[in-house]
């Protein structure tokens, strides 16, 4: 069974770059997928950030694209999420997850809280 | 941009009886739409893909349907447990892009 862990700083400065790593168990990020990162403000609506293949290939939220890279390491198995000049806006509790065959994102992260702040 | 517009915000029913949640896409998503329940402190669950398809391991009495830009959900007999906020998303144009309404909060009533 499929199973993600996110990891990385729960506590980022205003202006600096927010890293995150998502880390696949269970199942080879190189069998295929888009697997992707979503985001939750507090108390607000889930927002996806975007995907990425195997083979490095990325599709992002047009909203967020010019701020977001995400890439993948398949020898580790994980992929991971950087999203630069960061504001309070973009406190949120950070998912990863992959899709079904259908697209919908069935398998889910337990999420990890990102903080924005001085 | 698909904009995803749920109703009502919040929905207050009693145990056992019958709830329904609705989902307009601004454009037509075929049945490239999925439904979601979130509990306080907890991940999304995946219930219902392709607009009417229950994933594994989800209750009989969640059932999804619509195609086009109108859609609900449909819980049959309410369990304490369904109490949450519901999603709906899109993704008729995936993995280049997908889109989440802003959530139903069902709650006892």
């Known amino acids: 069974q499929v199973q993600l862990q996110e990891s990385g700083p729960g506590l980022v400065k205003p202006s600096e770059t927010l890293s995150l790593t998502c880390a696949v168990s269970g199942y080879s990020i190189s069998s295929g997928y888009y697997w992707g990162w979503i985001r939750q403000p507090p108390g607000k609506g889930l927002e996806w950030i975007g995907s990425i293949y195997h083979s490095g290939s990325t599709y992002y939220n047009p909203s967020l694209k010019s701020r977001v890279t995400i890439s993948v390491d398949t020898s580790k198995n994980q992929f991971s999420l950087k999203l630069s000049s960061v504001t309070a806006a973009d406190t949120a509790v950070y998912y990863c997850a992959r899709p079904s065959l259908a697209a919908a994102f069935e398998n889910w992260g337990q999420g990890t809280l990102v903080t924005v702040s001085s | ?109």
């Open chain 2, 1 to 109: 941009e698909i904009v995803m517009t749920q109703s009502p915000a919040t929905l207050s029913v009693s145990p056992g009886e019958r709830a329904t949640l609705s989902c307009r896409a601004s454009q037509s998503v075929s049945s490239n739409l999925a439904w979601y329940q979130q509990k306080p402190g907890q991940a999304p669950r995946l219930l219902i893909y392709g607009a009417s398809t229950r994933a594994t391991g989800i209750p009989a009495r969640f059932s999804g349907s619509g195609s086009g830009t109108e859609f609900t959900l449909t819980i049959s007999s309410l369990q304490s447990e369904d109490f949450a906020v519901y999603y709906c998303q899109q993704y008729n144009n995936w993995p280049r892009m997908y889109t989440f309404g802003q959530g139903t909060k069902l709650e006892i009533k």
